[in-house]
């Protein structure tokens, strides 16, 4: 899985189970909600400072964003 894939789907999985819109998570993280669309759909590519900022707004260090779910770790 590529690096991309991997924080878009690990953003909407900690979004979905926190129950937030991209609107909320994007007014917390201070970007704008077509940007947050577009990293959930693997359109923008993101700064560290960005992935910094999501994982601040899930309680989460940085690093974690872009851990492969379990069923991809060894694939």
Known sequence: ???RQT???NLKRLRKARQMSQREVAERAGLSKSFVSGVERTAV???LDNIGALAKVFG?????????PRDDIYN
């Open 1 to 3: 899985m590529m690096l």
């Open 45 to 47: 590519n993101i700064s």
């Open 60 to 68: 989460v260090q940085p690093y974690v964003l872009l851990i492969p």
């Open 7 to 9: 924080l878009a789907e």
